[in-house]
């Protein structure tokens, strides 16, 4: 940043006026306006998620008077089976190429939801449904353990916290609707006669 502030020194010399924007860093910079450390000079920070997660990203910590919980992923439970679960054998990659490994075997309650890689950075996504347990996923579906979820049935809502990377994702997929209330999408009030 010291380096940056005597580039803008430096152009505002050689300009003959002040520059309107020095802008700089993101939101790990946090962390030095906190301690009164950011030059003078820089007067504009590229912030995204300290803003929409309430998160310094150089040392991961959460910021004062933040909330961390402003946004939730929802997904809903197309089919529901149960399935005898080995983990032994030669395994094959996954629909992306990647290698995989069962956490749970035995008799397993599973569930398909309708949200898959494409849609969604799947790695950053944390569920908060009690019992539910990512176990693997395509481009288009995620199959979830819910063996611990006796309650949840086709049609139910499963609600997950993404980090950074995941609602970046989110939020520009074009396959994924964006709302402020996702329970009046959820539970809509029926209205009319």
């Excluded at 003959?16 to 301690?35: F, H, M, Q, T």
């Excluded at 000079?41 to 991961?60: D, K, M, P, Q, W």
């Excluded at 494409?118 to 996923?137: A, C, K, N, Q, W």
């Amino acid at each position: 940043m010291q380096m940056l502030a005597g580039l803008a020194r430096e152009t505002e010399a050689k300009i003959g006026r002040p520059l309107r924007y020095v802008s700089a860093g993101n939101s790990s910079a946090i962390d030095l306006l906190s301690k009164g450390k950011m030059p003078p000079e820089v007067n504009h920070l590229r912030l995204g998620e300290s803003l929409l997660l309430g998160h310094e990203t150089a040392f991961s910590q959460q910021i004062e008077g933040t909330s961390t919980d402003c946004f939730k992923i929802h997904a809903q439970v197309l089919e529901v089976w149960q399935r005898h679960i080995q983990d032994t054998g030669q395994r094959g990659l996954n629909a992306l190429g990647q290698k995989t490994s069962l956490a749970k075997t035995g008799l397993r309650k599973l569930a398909v939801l309708n949200l898959g890689a494409v849609d969604v950075e799947l790695g950053g996504l944390t569920p908060l449904t009690p019992g539910v347990e990512v176990m693997g996923f395509s481009s288009d579906h995620i199959i979830a353990d819910i063996t611990q979820a006796a309650d949840l049935v086709v049609g139910s809502d499963i609600e997950f916290s993404p980090n950074y990377h995941a609602l970046a994702t989110a939020m520009t997929s074009p396959y994924l609707m964006q709302v402020e209330d996702a329970a009046a999408i959820l539970n809509p009030v029926k209205t009319g006669v």
